[in-house]
């Protein structure tokens, strides 16, 4: 562990409306302004890799580079990419991205990494992400189960949750709705999962208005880029 004591990881969190990084020390700690672009339309992959590589180049040193995805991960493969682009299934990013910063790159799902920057590592933790899409993450004393890929599940009227929470339909049917729609999902993933805990974290989370059960808490948005530090832990 000696080794490590100085490492800095440069913490990637790709979305589907901003791609963000900040540097985080060997602990975990922001040390570096967090940072963030407009993801580029379309959103393929040489256009994200730039944005990437323009966000980094403003950072300090870092000698090893995390990332977060919004689709499946396999391996530091994308498997899927629903609201980003179809060019970027079967991409292997982190191949890309430790061609280009010369340094060891680690990457899985966007959620997975906001889950391990928030959960305590006791019980059953479910994590879900407010943004462009719904992103899960299911843990079980601090394990992950990679991948989980709630959004896209049916929740109600013919519609998964990614269809009634998402982005667009939170400006298509308004806050008022949409929070009610969002304390349906709660109970719904409640019957589900019995978790523990639950974070509500993602960019859309701070428009969540309805009260939390006890066991429900908001998590800040940086979480997303914190969650980096704890892909090198294993
Ligand atoms: C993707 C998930 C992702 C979520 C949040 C969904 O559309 O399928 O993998 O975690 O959006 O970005």
New binding site residues.
């Given amino acids: 562990m000696e080794e490590n004591i100085n490492v800095r990881t440069l913490s990637v969190d790709i979305?589907?409306s901003g791609v963000k990084v900040i540097v985080l020390d060997a602990k975990g700690n922001p040390i570096s302004k967090r940072r963030r672009l407009e993801t580029p339309k379309p959103a393929t992959p040489l256009p994200i890799l730039n944005k990437i590589a323009e966000l980094a180049s403003n950072q300090d040193e870092y000698e090893r580079v995390s990332v977060g995805f919004?689709?499946?991960v396999r391996l530091g493969k994308v498997e899927?990419a629903?609201?980003l682009h179809p060019d970027w299934i079967g991409f292997d990013l982190a191949t890309a991205l430790s061609k280009n910063f010369k340094r060891p790159v680690r990457v899985v799902?966007?959620?997975d990494m906001q889950g391990l920057g928030a959960i305590t590592g006791k019980g059953i933790e479910l994590v879900v992400?407010l943004?462009?899409?719904?992103?899960?993450a299911l843990f079980v004393d601090g394990t992950l189960l990679p991948n989980l890929?709630m959004?896209?599940h049916r929740f109600r009227k013919g519609e998964s949750y990614?269809e009634q929470l998402g982005r667009t339909v939170l400006e298509k049917v308004g806050q008022n709705k949409w929070n009610k729609r969002l304390k349906k999902a709660i109970a719904s993933l409640n019957h589900l999962f019995n978790y523990d805990y639950l974070y509500i974290g993602g960019g859309e989370a701070k428009k969540v208005t309805i009260e939390l059960p006890s066991n429900v808490k908001i998590i800040p948005n940086l979480t997303g880029l914190l969650g980096g530090i704890k892909l090198w832990e294993s």
């Fill in positions: 979305g589907g919004p689709g499946v899927t629903v609201n799902n966007d959620a992400t943004g462009t899409g719904f992103g899960s890929e959004g896209h990614e």
